[in-house]
């Protein structure tokens, strides 16, 4: 008998290269109970059953033929392929998600590419220079030769790659519409077919909702923005395209190596620590939050998951943090009780943000967040005690 470890790399390796979780012919991951029994399974297959479409990308990265092998020796074949270790290209790897997403993949045994032009330096990855499964490159996603060499050989593609938010779009729309959306085409465009995609977008495009009633995945898009516009956009091509799932996320909170403070969790939180006050705008608004480190729990549960959630969009979140803005401060001011916050129509969201999310769908394949909003403050407050704003101060 085999320990449960290599038997589930196998089975979710093998699912994750497209066997669709329907195939009579494959018994569904979690209901093996070993390797010996997989391979038992796999042995009872009469010869015209192999090969098995999911064994595929191994043959692209120039890997013995594992068909013949399974055929002849299946329990030494799977040993094999658990031991593989997946090729991920990841990019804008350097960006606010990518530095923690990077290392928990290189974590998890992968060999992990980063395509990015480091817009905001790359020190948040530095790290993982001593990792030879690391592989850093310079260059800009939006052309063809860069792109096609980083694809090559790889199993799964995260485009993280984008100009974010609705700000830095509006400020320049023409890099915002071939980054976000033209650079995604161009990726489905020249990528192969076994490679599969695991695409992330913001849920913001579902814009007001309906007074108490949650947005779940066949909610309309309704996106005003230009950021929201161009990722509601290469999401569809996405989902259009096939051999893809992508990942609907709520407002992102948490500290990562290249900390972004123009989102909402933490800059109240900074405002609190810093100011101790923070005027909100449209108070009542709702939203959904969820942390950074569960974002990258859930690319790596949609790769252990592939087969099964394939073809389809997931909202990511907390499905106990849908809070107004009032209500996200009132967390915040239980855990820096000095902090005031009031209400003033000083502002508008550029997306009319107003919504409540279920997170039904992904929380049905297993997918369970670990960080909660309340672990979030907590840690942005230690953060903040390291990080401020003096670059361009006379005071520290
Ligand atoms: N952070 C969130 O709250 C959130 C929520 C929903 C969706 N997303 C999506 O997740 C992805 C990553 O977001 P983030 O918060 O890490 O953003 P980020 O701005 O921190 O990172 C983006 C990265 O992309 C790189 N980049 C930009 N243009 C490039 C180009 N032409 N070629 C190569 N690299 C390029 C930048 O250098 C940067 O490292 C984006 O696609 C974003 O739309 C983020």
Known sequence: MHGPVPYCIAFRRWNLSGVPSGDARVPPFGQVRSLRQAAGSIQALSPAQLPLPGLAPLHMMGRPRPHAEI???????????AAVPLQILVTGGAGYLGCVLVP???????????????????????ECCADPRFHPIRGDCREESVLQQALAGCDVIIPLAAIVGAPACDADPFAA????????????????????????????????????KYCTETTPL??????????????????????????????????????RLDLLVNDFVYRAVTDRAVTVFEGHAKRNYIHVRDVARAFVHVMENFSRMNGEPYNVGLSDANLSKLELCAAIQRKLPRFVYLEAP??????????????????????????????GIEELIKGYTILRRHQYSNLN
């Open 346 to 375: 000083v502002g508008e969201d550029p997306d009319k943000r107003d919504y409540i999310v279920s997170n039904a769908k992904i929380e049905a394949t297993g997918f369970r967040p670990r960080y909660s909003l309340e672990m």
């Open 222 to 259: 309704r996106p005003i923005s230009l950021y929201g516009r161009t990722k509601v956009d290469a999401e569809q091509a996405v989902l259009d395209a096939g051999n893809a799932v992508t990942l609907r996320l709520a407002t992102v909170f948490g500290m990562s190596p290249r900390m």
């Open 104 to 126: 928990h993949l290189l974590q998890q045994g992968h060999e992990v590419y980063v395509l990015d032009k480091f817009l905001y330096g790359g020190s948040g990855l530095l």
């Open 177 to 212: 519409r071939s980054t976000n959306l033209d650079a995604i085409r161009l990726l489905l465009r020249l990528r192969g077919r076994s490679q599969s995609i695991i695409f992330p977008t913001t849920n913001s495009g579902y814009g007001i909702g309906e007074q108490g």
């Open 71 to 81: 055929a002849r020796e299946p329990e030494r074949a799977l040993r094999r392929i």
